[in-house]
């Protein structure tokens, strides 16, 4: 086994991505679960996402949960936009740290955006000038870059085609979305090793769904290829509105009870993040996936020292 990373950093999506993919809830429950998980320790977290209220309602009130969120010094915050009009509204409220999303699947992008892949990726090169030209840092996210629920497998040097058009372009950053959960660790090797051979240089993310119970092997892969960042939802909200079939997130304290019983540091708080998921619970009025919010405390493992 190569060797491990001393420590991992965990975006937390649950606000948006988590909460997305349920029924709305109200403005203050959303403002609750925000600053729960400001609280956890948590270094990075996805706030919000400016979005056209037609197209995804639950995220419609954006800008009155950001506007009453309590910021917490330490924490970096960050917004999804999905075009022009939307990367104005992030900046307007003050974000610094703006994602855009293109799908690495020509169908799911055309039922996502309503437009190509190519059409998408000139969209994004004319918002990384944007967001640049106000100061801000550009997160371009590949979605359905480990198989599409309309397409099946997508080759993953076309994926790395995408990395070398978005690095051309001005990317700060990637991340990869395992949109359906059809993330596997071989597919997760030669994804990350197809980009690497291109751009070694940039910055990297994962984002694993849990569909079919592989997200926690998949993460450990990647750290076995030198991947830190990940991110995770609490609880493990979430899912796609446009991936029939797409279940939750990784859980975010499933993805930290691992790491620190691996002796790798996070910085978070896990009794903290824990009664966060419970919190989300409460709000959304389910069950959510999360095995830890199943175990008793007498289960919950010591983390061992690195």
């Known amino acids: 086994m190569s060797e491990l990373p001393a420590s991992v950093s965990i975006r937390e999506v649950g606000p948006r991505d988590g909460l997305q993919n349920e029924e709305p809830i109200p403005t203050d429950a959303k403002v609750r679960l925000l600053d729960a998980l400001s609280r956890t320790g948590v270094r990075r977290i ?6 056209h209220p037609k197209a995804i309602p639950q995220m419609a009130d954006a800008d009155e949960v950001w506007q009453r969120a309590t910021k917490v010094d330490g924490v970096r915050y960050s917004a999804l936009v999905p075009n022009t009009r939307g990367a104005q509204r992030a900046l ?3 974000f610094t740290e703006i994602e855009v999303v293109v799908s690495a699947s020509d169908t799911h992008n055309r039922r996502n955006v309503n437009r190509s892949t190519e059409e998408s990726l000139d969209d994004i090169a004319e918002l990384i000038d944007l967001l640049h030209g106000a100061g801000a840092r550009a997160e371009v996210i590949v979605a359905t870059s480990f198989g599409c629920p309309y397409e099946g497998d997508v080759d993953p040097q076309r ?3 995408i990395v070398d058009r978005v690095v051309r372009d001005g990317a700060d950053r990637v991340a990869f979305g395992d949109t359906t959960g ?11 090793t197809a980009v690497r ?10 984002h694993f769904h849990n569909t079919r119970g592989t997200a926690l092997a998949n993460m450990l892969t990647a750290m076995e290829l030198g991947i830190t960042e990940f991110d995770a939802s609490v609880g493990g909200l979430g899912g796609c509105p446009y991936a029939p079939g797409a279940s939750g997130n990784l859980a975010s304290e499933e993805a930290v009870h691992m790491l620190h019983d691996m002796g790798i540091d996070t910085g978070i708080d896990l009794d903290a993040l824990i009664g966060a998921a419970e919190l989300a619970e409460e709000l959304v009025g389910k069950k959510l996936p999360s095995g830890v919010l199943r175990a008793g405390p007498r289960t919950r493992l010591t983390p061992r020292p690195a």
Do not use: Y
């Open 92 to 94: 307007a409220a003050g």
């Open 197 to 206: 051979d291109r751009n070694a240089q940039v910055p990297v993310l994962l």
């Open 159 to 161: 994926v790395a085609g």
């Open 182 to 192: 059809m993330g596997t660790p071989r597919r997760v090797r030669e994804l990350v």
């Open 46 to 51: 996805e706030a919000v996402s400016f979005v």
